[in-house]
């Protein structure tokens, strides 16, 4: 049906003569009549521009030059047509592409952050595992240091040269039978032993204190080692992180370009051909072949289905 209404539209006679060609081609525009192939697939508008220049070529021959020029105008028509329909699919074929583009850089940036967030977690998972591990190793050396400690520093307390003299005056107080005395001099050397005793175990506290310091002065460094490495690991974790991530981004700043590039030389194909052209064989030094590409191939492909 359509083709024949092309055909009708397009197919006129000579009769009438010139009035008859202004009312067919005036009536044509003030009735918009190319808003009918505005749902026609671009095949199909293809097939009538083709039956339209053989038309118009057989008016050409036979000289009905009237229906010639009528021909040729609607063919001028469908191909602005054609041209406006092959520019919005490739449109919304490249507007899908760089939608496609954007989801697959989305994914690609959020399994990045998902892969590097898990490597640091497990990062700081085994430096957790050394520090506990070292608190445990520094707590046994402590408690075997003290224990090497007691065994050099012996409880009993030597007597003092007072204590000693003290105690001789004692036993001859016993021999005397001195007791009153005797009990005196006991409560004597006890307040001396007890001094000494005090004395000695303030200074074992005074030696143990030292040596425990010393020991946790040795863990503490142990410990700031340990922190060392980890700020290391830290340090060496974000600068591979942020090297990594800004080649992910200039990969894809790389490809947005291309796709943009691609997407411009699409475009000009069809609606500056001659430029087009001309700058393909500026850049090849030859006469280059009609560019076919992502876009393009997906309309073709796209308009050979519904075929």
Same mark, same amino acid.
């Given at each position: 049906?359509?083709?024949?209404?092309?055909?009708?539209?397009?197919?006129?006679?000579?009769?009438?003569?010139?009035?008859?060609?202004?009312?067919?081609?005036?009536?044509?525009?003030?009735?918009?009549?190319?808003?009918?192939?505005?749902?026609?697939?671009?095949?199909?508008?293809?097939?009538?521009?083709?039956?339209?220049?053989?038309?118009?070529?057989?008016?050409?021959?036979?000289?009905?030059?009237?229906?010639?020029?009528?021909?040729?105008?609607?063919?001028?028509?469908?191909?602005?047509?054609?041209?406006?329909?092959?520019?919005?699919?490739?449109?919304?074929?490249?507007?899908?592409?760089?939608?496609?583009?954007?989801?697959?850089?989305?994914?690609?940036?959020?399994?990045?952050?998902?892969?590097?967030?898990?490597?640091?977690?497990?990062?700081?998972?085994?430096?957790?595992?050394?520090?506990?591990?070292?608190?445990?190793?520094?707590?046994?050396?402590?408690?075997?240091?003290?224990?090497?400690?007691?065994?050099?520093?012996?409880?009993?307390?030597?007597?003092?040269?007072?204590?000693?003299?003290?105690?001789?005056?004692?036993?001859?107080?016993?021999?005397?039978?001195?007791?009153?005395?005797?009990?005196?001099?006991?409560?004597?050397?006890?307040?001396?032993?007890?001094?000494?005793?005090?004395?000695?175990?303030?200074?074992?506290?005074? $030696?143990?204190?030292?040596?425990?310091?010393?020991?946790?002065?040795?863990?503490?460094?142990?410990?700031?080692?340990?922190?060392?490495?980890?700020?290391?690991?830290?340090?060496?974790?974000?600068?591979?992180?942020?090297?990594?991530?800004?080649?992910?981004?200039?990969?894809?700043?790389?490809?947005?370009?291309?796709?943009?590039?691609?997407?411009?030389?699409?475009?000009?194909?069809?609606?500056?051909?001659?430029?087009?052209?001309?700058?393909?064989?500026?850049?090849?030094?030859?006469?280059? $072949?009609?560019?076919?590409?992502?876009?393009?191939?997906?309309?073709?492909?796209?308009?050979?289905?519904?075929?």
């Amino acid at each position: 049906a359509n083709t024949n209404n092309v055909m009708n539209k397009s197919y006129t006679s000579n009769k009438g003569g010139k009035n008859l060609v202004n009312n067919t081609f005036y009536s044509n525009k003030n009735n918009n009549s190319m808003h009918e192939y505005n749902d026609m697939d671009v095949n199909r508008i293809r097939e009538f521009i083709s039956i339209l220049e053989e038309h118009q070529m057989k008016c050409e021959k036979s000289k009905k030059f009237v229906d010639a020029e009528i021909a040729k105008q609607k063919v001028t028509q469908l191909k602005q047509v054609e041209k406006e329909k092959i520019l919005s699919d490739m449109k919304f074929q490249q507007e899908e592409e760089m939608n496609t583009f954007e989801i697959e850089k989305n994914n690609a940036f959020m399994e990045f952050n998902n892969e590097w967030d898990r490597n640091y977690s497990e990062l700081m998972d085994k430096f957790v595992e050394f520090e506990e591990r070292l608190k445990g190793q520094q707590q046994e050396d402590l408690n075997s240091r003290i224990v090497e400690f007691d065994k050099k520093f012996h409880p009993l307390v030597k007597p003092t040269s007072e204590i000693l003299n003290l105690t001789k005056i004692l036993n001859g107080l016993i021999r005397q039978k001195e007791y009153i005395k005797a009990h005196q001099i006991q409560n004597e050397i006890d307040k001396l032993s007890d001094f000494d005793s005090s004395n000695y175990a303030m200074d074992r506290e005074r $030696r143990l204190a030292k040596e425990v310091e010393k020991i946790r002065q040795k863990h503490f460094q142990e410990y700031q080692v340990l922190v060392a490495k980890k700020e290391l690991a830290e340090a060496e974790y974000a600068k591979n992180r942020q090297l990594e991530f800004d080649k992910l981004v200039q990969g894809f700043k790389n490809r947005h370009k291309e796709i943009q590039m691609h997407h411009s030389y699409e475009l000009m194909q069809i609606t500056n051909p001659k430029k087009y052209l001309a700058r393909n064989l500026n850049r090849t030094g030859s006469a280059p $072949r009609l560019h076919s590409n992502t876009s393009m191939e997906k309309v073709n492909n796209e308009k050979m289905n519904n075929n």
